[in-house]
């Protein structure tokens, strides 16, 4: 057979491989207690046709005294897949992202990944969980040091709170390079001074947190430094706090000033931005979801005011998470209907439940499916009330399902990770659940059954 020959063939099969329907469902990571193999929590970026996929090895917690997350007993490290063809091969074996070494300190444990990849240089960056401290125990207090002239100064004392990793990759994912962050992001709600702190009891505002895990949302529209503007959520004891950063995660700010709470009984929580560049933050709750809007009264100085929080938990029209409380991805996408019109199309993705009712929250956490709704014109999205009806339902998967996420790939597909087929497992002294990591490529006409496609 010739050059010339050869080159045809393997040029067709490349047309044949691109032009191949993608698989329904991808098991990237999966779970096998017997061989003490655990995964939980997916994250997803994608750049183009290539897309990232992450999350949590607890392979090697030996007792999961909080409940698997960091402070168990055990090393956690965050893996990554990559797929350079918008999902229909993976690379054959895992890269260890952030790797959990060590018996204490920050390295014993990373988690809980928030991705995002710059649309302008493809710089990745990672946010994660760190440390030996769960979040349940996390306790920052004020340390009071004497000065030579009798005064006194106040710094904060993080030795047993949980820690706040930052990476960056710029080869694609091959290496990163990181530390720890904790200090900065306490300190933008504690500020240790003499006039705020009781020094009896030496405590703070904020004594636990860590990003939610997830996307970070890019703006499209704002660019106030050196990147388009970065937004995230930091769960705390205070709520669902909101944060954004305009140098690509180098320094951050709370969106809205310290003293604001967004939602005080949110939980894990995901923003978006809306078409007018505002911000729509979704919060977890206990059988549904708080939104709340960000308006600006100044975009560049990044001033404005929070609504009040409205709490979406109808069966009908709804997001209603029968009996459970789960992290979910809330994502906005340009369409245009049958009829020529265009719209934005809102997804949130949270695990439906089920009416039979468990003792086991693993049983509680199922169906995983993707709401959307329709925003037709601004008034579909003036306030937070917005969106609390007008929601139908797509179902991804009936078995027992949790966390998910998702991202708009080059193609304009949805690129969908999510935790399915869990397992209640007992490790040491307590409970875990353990999932295998899962991954489906959808269309928004799969997700709207035909009624819109997805229009830049």
């Known amino acids: 057979m010739n050059m010339k020959s050869l080159l045809l063939q393997a040029t067709t099969a490349v047309v044949l491989l691109s032009s191949a329907p993608l698989p329904a469902q991808q098991v990237l990571f999966k779970s ?10 997916p994250a997803i970026v994608a750049q183009g046709k290539t897309l990232w996929y992450f999350t949590d090895d607890r392979s090697q917690v030996t007792d999961a005294t909080a409940w698997g997350d960091i402070g168990s007993v055990g090393n956690i490290s965050i893996l990554c897949r990559k797929s350079t063809d918008g999902g229909r091969t993976w690379q054959p074996e895992p890269d260890i992202a952030i790797e959990g070494r060590g018996d204490s300190g920050f390295d014993r444990g ?5 991705v995002v990849c710059d649309r302008k240089t493809g710089q990745l960056l990672l946010i994660c969980a760190s440390g030996d401290v769960s979040y349940g125990r996390s306790d920052v207090r004020v340390k009071r040091e004497g000065q030579l002239d009798g005064s006194y100064r106040y710094s904060l004392d993080l030795s047993r709170a949980q820690q706040v990793g930052r990476y960056y990759s710029s080869d ?39 990003f939610a895990s997830g996307r970070i949302c890019q703006s ?3 660019k106030a ?22 140098d690509f995660g180098g320094t951050w700010l709370p969106l809205g000033g310290a003293d604001a709470r967004p939602a005080p009984k949110g939980d894990e929580a995901k923003v978006e931005e809306l078409p007018d560049g505002r911000v729509l933050l979704s ?50 996408v340009p369409a245009m209907g049958k009829d020529k019109r265009r719209v934005h199309i809102a997804l949130q ?12 929250n693993v049983e509680r956490r199922s169906h995983v499916s993707i709401y959307w709704k329709v925003l037709a014109s601004p008034a579909d999205y003036a306030s937070p009330d917005c969106f609390l009806t007008g929601w139908t339902r797509h179902e991804v998967t009936a078995a027992n399902s949790a966390y998910s996420t998702m991202v708009l ?21 307590q409970n875990m659940e353990v999932y295998d990591m899962t991954f489906q490529s959808l269309s928004l006409e799969d997700i709207t059954s035909g009624q819109y496609k997805y229009k830049k």
């Open 32 to 41: 096998q207690p017997d061989q003490h193999v655990h995964y939980r929590i």
């Open 283 to 332: 919060c977890r709750m206990l059988g549904g979801r708080y939104f709340n809007l960000f308006s600006y009264s100044s975009e560049k100085e990044a001033t404005g005011t929070w609504g009040s929080p409205a709490a979406s938990t109808s069966l009908s029209g709804g997001t209603a998470g029968q009996d459970n409380a789960t992290n979910g991805e809330i994502l906005i």
């Open 225 to 246: 430094g050196t990147s388009y503007r970065l937004y995230a959520v930091l769960t705390t004891n205070q709520g669902s706090l909101v944060v954004f950063s305009d």
């Open 220 to 222: 499209r529209l704002i």
């Open 172 to 210: 694609g994912g091959r290496t990163w390079k990181g530390e720890n962050i904790a200090a900065d992001i306490y300190r933008l709600y504690n500020t240790a001074s003499a006039d705020t702190y009781d020094e009896g009891r030496g405590k703070v505002a904020v004594e636990r947190l860590f």
């Open 349 to 360: 993705s949270i695990p439906f439940g089920n009416t039979k009712g468990s003792p086991r």
């Open 409 to 429: 790939d080059g193609k304009g597909r949805i690129a969908f990770a999510y935790e399915d087929n869990g397992q209640q497992i007992r490790c040491g002294s």
């Open 110 to 114: 990373h988690g809980d990944a928030a």
